[in-house]
Each structure stands twice: as C-alpha cells, then as structure tokens.
C-alpha cells in the first residue's frame, strides 16, 4: 500500500510526509486515496479513492477478457456456461489517515446462462478533500439462482474512509486508517474491513493512530492483502496494507491496496 516514501502497491495513494496533499489512488485498482501530511484542511488535503473495475473472462470458442472501467451490461454469449470474475469496489478517500482499499473478490469458473443479461456497476473512489468519503461497491448481478450472480450478486463493498477528524477509520472492503490530530487525546481505531462480512474475505482493517501531543499522525488503510500499519509515532503515519495481484486480465496487475497515513 501507499506510505509517505515508497512507491504505490495496489493503487494505493502515498501519504505526505510533510505539509501537503496526499495522492489519490489509481484509477480503476481501488486503492486507498493518501493522507494529507500535518492536519486537515491546514496541512493539505487528502487524496481520492481510486475508481474500481470489474473483468470476466471466459472460453466461446477462444478465450475472451471484457474489462469494464465503468458500469455496463454484459450479455453471456452462446455457448459460455461459466465464467471467471475480478470484482474491485472503489478506494476510500485519505484525509488525517490513510483510505482503506475497495473490497477485491474473484472466483473462477462460476455459472452463467447464455442469452442472460447481468448488470455490472464500477464503484467510483471516495472524493478527496478537507473531509473524506467511503468509496463505491462493485457489483455482477444478473441470472437466477443458483447462479452466485443472482441477486443481490457479487458485491464488493467501498473502501473505508481514512479518518479527517480525531476520530476512528470508516468501515468497508478495507477499513480506512485513524486519526489523532494532535490534541493531546488518545489513541484511535482503524476502520474494520471485510464489511459486510464476504468469504474469502474482501478486505482488512486500517491502521491505528497513535495518542497525539502536538503532531498529528494517522493510520495506513487496510489493504487486501493486509492491515493498514499503526502510526509509527506521533510524527509518522501508518504505510496502507498491500494490494492482491491478479493475472485475469493476461498480465498480473495488484489492486486495492490501502492508502498511506501521514
């Protein structure tokens, strides 16, 4: 995931280290958007969510890859029975602590039904800003049951907002980091993940912050590989926990990783 130094992991946006605007997350992994360094609004503001994705892939009568960057309609075609799915729900936005990744689901070779029309939704990122937004589901819906896609379908949950006042990380596909801005006050809580509860999981929980003196500092967001790291001190934000590498696009690419704290 995003820190304040390293580059970005699973799309997740980098923290700033100092004074300034954390970085959004990429478009269409999403990661977790960065915190903003010192406190918000003063220090800078945070970074957006990046937008999620969704891609099927499937044999009719030569293998196919629809990677959809937006919400669509897919009709199955004649002859495919099955499909494989990455569903990626967009990042959370950064504010004091890092934004947690969307929540990341894939599955392989699960039943469709030719000539059926599913709905599929790409959950934009959480608005950067002084204040930060939970980011957007994903979702394939479509088909009866048993089909998994049936409604409600496979929903992949936004990513958690990292925490802009003194307070805990949002819940979501990965929980958003914590934050303590520097009043002195104690220790606060990353964003659970994995929420509403998926399994596999769809996502981890976001870093905490420390108890504040005169510096702020925040939590990573969680990411869907791991937890969101604690701050470090009360001068160092949390990295965003590491994005999960996917290969169904036909080259591996890592998604959702968490933000960086600052």
Excluded: H, M
């Amino acid at each position: 995931g995003g820190t304040s130094t390293t580059s970005q992991k699973g799309g997740g946006g980098d923290g700033s280290a100092s004074a300034g605007n954390g970085v959004s997350g990429t478009s269409n992994t999403g990661g977790g958007g960065g915190a903003a360094g010192n406190n918000v609004p003063s220090g800078g503001t945070g970074g957006t969510g990046g937008s999620g994705v969704v891609i099927l892939k499937y044999t009719a009568p030569v293998q196919t890859v629809f990677t959809f960057k937006g919400s669509s309609k897919w009709v199955a075609p004649t002859g495919v029975t099955s499909v494989d799915y990455l569903v990626v729900a967009g990042g959370g936005a950064g504010a004091g602590g890092g934004g947690g990744a969307g929540g990341f689901r894939t599955g392989t070779s699960q039943s469709v039904t030719a000539g059926t029309e599913y709905t599929i939704t790409v959950g934009s990122g959480g608005p950067g800003g002084a204040s930060s937004t939970a980011g957007n589901p994903s979702s394939i819906v479509g088909g009866s049951s048993p089909s998994p896609f049936a409604s409600p379908g496979i929903v992949s949950a936004g990513g958690g907002k990292g925490a802009d006042t003194q307070a805990g990380g949002g819940n979501g596909g990965s929980g958003g980091g914590a934050f303590n801005g520097g009043s002195g006050g104690p220790a606060q809580i990353g964003g659970f993940g994995n929420t509403p509860s998926t399994s596999p999981s769809q996502g981890n929980n976001g870093g905490n912050s420390t108890p504040a003196t005169a510096t702020s500092n925040g939590g990573g967001g969680g990411g869907a590989t791991a937890a969101g790291s604690n701050s470090v001190s009360a001068s160092a934000g949390g990295a965003g926990g590491n994005g999960t590498a996917s290969s169904i696009s036909g080259s591996s690419v890592t998604y959702a990783g968490g933000g960086g704290g600052a």
